[in-house]
């Protein structure tokens, strides 16, 4: 299967064993909220519920010390910043990541998110920040994903991948430079709890944003600061909802108009519908005066 | 009557991106993607055209909608004895039309990389298109659409 003079290690361990001092461990966190001071607690602080998987049948009092078993909650949290570290360890790479700033074309035209006003506003707004050009945005895409076939609703898992928007449009949507940072899944529905699953992540960002990591750049030779932020998310409407915390269902559907979207009930269809998107054209538009064909 | 929702109603939670320092500062903060809308256009487009049984949006109700708001009156549902008709509108087919519209389909050959091979994705025997990736439907919507249903239009228009 492999190509000659290639071995794969027999046993998962040793793949691991192998892996993890390179920086590509992955975490497995317990229903998150049993971190840095809870990491030893056997109950949820707040509502009391067990930390472990508890048998139908078999009463919730468990012994602060004995009881041991499955988790009830998991999430995987791999590690972003060894990665970052390990991107620009390669000089090709490194090189890659500062195309935004180098060998982008600068016509008006919109290729690439750098072209974006919100890009140029952030040069704007941390100067700091901006002037690095190897400082990197991320953006954040989440969605519901079905690994067991297509419409058994028992089971959910919630990949959240991260995209650097510093590189070169060609190769920041390829897989070897999109990361999976994190792995939720669990039988529920996440809604709107994915605040607490998503903390380990932005727990890094802020350490990313605020004092910035030492990191050596092969392509330059030197070590720098890296700071890194958050560009956007990008996700369906459903999950748009759960991220930002606005009901997307309902009359108040838009989260830009809020309680001025225009909306209607249909009666026999028994759905709602948006309608009244001519009030967004400019006063004279063209469109407004084939109300005909409309 | 239900009662009218607030603003602070209907934002659920704070989001936790909101602890990032420069979150407020964005003036986008989350985008939608599109070529998951873009699909859901393309199916219900696809549905409604050429009919396909659960996909299609037109319907009694939709007609009994349209009386009801009052537009297109010509679109009514009529009712016949105990039948009710629900009338030809400008985007139905005929069957000879849909398979023309299928064939055409099924003629087309795009380079390699381009999208999936459109040929095997139309089903001629119930006139359908399965298994529809989002970015073929992407290149149907851009290309191929307008080309298959160029055909079939009405003459004078």
Known sequence: MLPKGNTLPNQN??????????????????????????????????????????????????????????????????????????????????????????????????????????????????????????????????????????????????????????????????????????????????????????????????????????????????????????????????????????????HRACPVCEDKTSYKQLKHGRKTVYLGHHRFLKKYHSYRRLRKSF | MKKKQFVSEIWKKRSIFFYLPYWCKLDVKHCLDVMHIQKNVCDSLIGTLLNIKGKTKDGVNARLDLIKMNIREELAPREVGKRTYLLATCYTLLKKEKTSFCECLKGVKVPQGYSSNVKSLVSMNDLKLIGLKSHDCHVLMQQLLPMAIRGILPKKC
């Not at chain 1, 060998?103 to 919100?118: E, F, I, T, V």
């Not at chain 1, 690994?147 to 510093?166: A, D, E, K, M, Q």
């Not at chain 1, 070897?176 to 709107?192: A, D, E």
């Not at chain 1, 958050?230 to 409407?237: H, M």
């Open chain 1, 13 to 250: 361990y040793e793949a691991k064993k192998i892996r993890c001092p390179m920086g590509m461990e992955y975490r497995k966190i317990h229903c998150i909220l049993y971190r840095n001071e809870y990491e030893d607690l056997r109950r949820c602080p707040k509502c009391g519920l067990s930390r472990y998987k508890v048998k139908v049948g078999q009463n919730d009092e468990i012994d602060e010390f004995t009881k041991e078993g499955p988790p009830a909650k998991v999430v995987w949290y791999l590690l972003i910043i060894p990665r970052l570290k390990r991107l620009f360890a390669k000089a090709n790479d490194a090189k890659n990541l500062r195309w935004h700033a180098d060998n982008r074309k600068c016509d008006g035209l919109l290729r690439h998110p750098a072209d974006s006003l919100q890009w140029k506003n952030i040069d704007k707004e941390f100067p700091k920040f901006g002037k690095e050009s190897r400082n990197l945005r991320l953006g954040l895409g989440t969605d519901r994903m079905n690994p067991f076939g297509n419409l058994s609703s028992n089971y959910s898992s919630w990949p959240v991948l991260l995209v650097i928007y510093n590189l070169p449009p060609a190769l920041c949507m390829k897989l070897k430079y999109m990361m999976l940072s994190m792995m939720i899944y669990g039988p529920k529905k996440l809604g709107n709890n994915i605040n607490v699953y998503l903390n380990p992540l932005i727990e890094d960002l802020k350490l990313l944003w605020n004092g910035g990591v030492d990191v050596f750049d092969a392509f330059k030779n030197e070590s720098f600061r890296l700071h890194a932020m958050l560009f956007c998310t990008i996700n369906d409407f459903p999950a748009y909802g759960n991220l930002s915390g606005y009901s997307v269902k309902g």
